[in-house]
């Protein structure tokens, strides 16, 4: 049967989650909420990292099954300023997140998921308002390449 993206994206977001969610333990992480699906409201739960699915690839190897690869979007949500929190803060938030996200990356090349975790191109930074209020948003395409099944 064939691995569905589904598993390969809450993987990622798993570790993720471990690597940057404050959870209260008083460690410094810098995101409040780590998603693998859309959220219905960004109030109260930013930064945030949601992790979206955003395509695949099934090669087909002659005699041996096909290789399946994944196209994730890693979204990075931050807040742009409220009361005790200013535009400077929310852009430092937004490069530690990134620098995280980065690392995840890096330590994680392969798993019992996935062979080979990868950028599938720049990260893009964009301003977006949700009821009003205004985020940075960073967009980080990933690539999982699985073993051949």
């Known amino acids: 049967m064939a691995t569905s ?25 810098p995101v409040k909420t780590v998603s693998s ?14 992790v979206l699915s955003s ?8 005699y041996q099954g096909d290789r399946a690869s994944f196209r994730l979007l890693v979204q990075t949500w931050v807040r742009q300023s409220a009361a005790g929190w200013t535009q400077a803060q929310a852009e430092d938030a937004l490069d530690k997140i990134e620098a995280g996200i980065a ?6 090349q392969g798993t019992a998921n996935w062979e080979t975790l990868e950028y599938d191109g720049d ?22 390449k699985l073993a051949h099944n």
């Open 5 to 29: 993206r589904e598993v390969v994206r809450d993987a990622v977001a798993l570790l993720l989650a471990s690597a940057l969610e404050d959870t209260g333990t008083g460690a410094g992480k």
């Open 37 to 50: 699906s859309k959220v219905e409201s960004l109030e109260g739960i930013t930064p945030l990292v949601v």
């Open 55 to 62: 395509g695949s690839g099934r090669e087909r190897l002659t």
């Open 103 to 108: 690392a995840v990356v890096e330590e994680n």
């Open 123 to 144: 990260s893009s930074i964009y301003e977006a308002v949700v009821a009003g209020v205004p985020y940075y948003v960073e967009s980080i395409p990933l690539r999982a």
